[in-house]
């Protein structure tokens, strides 16, 4: 999957924030079709913050501001919910199923 998120990687400059490097959790990989997972980053990416809470869509909206980890969640039609967070230092972006947390 890592090869697939080449195209991801290098389009890193049209979004709210740095992806950093992007990695694919194996659960992740086995569950999720490629293209519910690059959605589920662009979404990421502009600040559309999937299906969290609005106190954490708050804090997202502040991290952006003032630094911090940014978590979204996305549901998606053939499989099951996901997980995208980035780290505080925007190194790396993670795509994991809520299992994995």
């Not at 106190?55 to 919910?81: F, I, Q, W």
Request: with cysteine.
């Amino acid at each position: 999957m890592k090869d697939n998120m080449e195209d991801i990687q290098e389009n890193q400059t049209s979004g709210l924030f740095a992806l950093g490097e992007i990695i694919v959790t194996e659960g992740a990989m086995g569950a999720l079709a490629h293209c519910d997972i690059s959605k589920g980053i662009a979404r990421h990416h502009s600040g559309d913050w999937g299906a969290i809470y609005v106190e954490d869509k708050e804090l997202n909206d502040r991290a952006l501001v003032h630094g911090g980890r940014l978590v979204s969640m996305y549901c998606c039609d053939t499989g099951p919910k996901f997980l995208i967070i980035t780290e505080a230092d925007r190194s790396r972006t993670t795509v994991l199923l809520p299992v994995e947390y």
